[in-house]
């Protein structure tokens, strides 16, 4: 009877960790996300630094692989939905930055801190809302590992008009 309680707890142990492999770039596909070459930074700085096992990601404005971006204030210029996808965006540009510095996604163990400002009105008080088109992308693609602790804030302007800046905060395997 022990032998089968054992073989049962190592079948049981090892099917939960073939569970937990999930190939990060097959999961970008599946969603139909496309990662670019990361754009140069806009001024004197590096978009991501790396200290021990995180990675600190400069904010990130929504951008393209063309280097557009998504312009305009929220609840002005863009609907509260429009804000939401500029913010999925700048999730594709800053995974791209990410995937150039380590590049392999698979390394992620966790999304830990996300700082997210969006461009809007000062009547607009949805910016977490806005901020769920980022957060439900990262648990869309990473699962668990995508859940993050984050901080979601309005600002009356963004560097070239941009829609949403995002920073944030990933912890990567060795």
Known sequence: MKK??????????????????????????????ELYAPTKPMANYVK?????????????GPTFADNTNITGKVGKDLTLEQGAQAARQV???????????????????????????????????????????FSDMMVAIFGEKGKHARSAVGM????????????MIVEVED
Do not use: W
Request: hydrophobic share 45%; glycine share 10%.
């Open 91 to 133: 999730g594709i540009a800053l995974l791209s930055t990410l995937k150039g510095e380590i590049g392999d996604l698979n390394k992620v163990k966790r999304v830990v801190k996300v700082l997210g400002m969006v461009n809007c009105t000062e009547n607009f008080y949805d910016q977490p809302k806005v901020m769920n088109g």
């Open 48 to 60: 991501a630094v790396r200290t021990g096992n995180l990675i600190f990601l400069a904010g990130h």
């Open 156 to 167: 009356y302007a963004l560097p070239q008009n941009i829609a949403v800046e995002i920073e």
């Open 4 to 33: 089968i309680a054992v073989i049962l707890m190592t079948l049981t142990l090892g099917s939960t960790v073939f569970a937990q492999k999930i190939d990060f770039d097959k999961k970008l596909k599946d969603l139909g996300v």
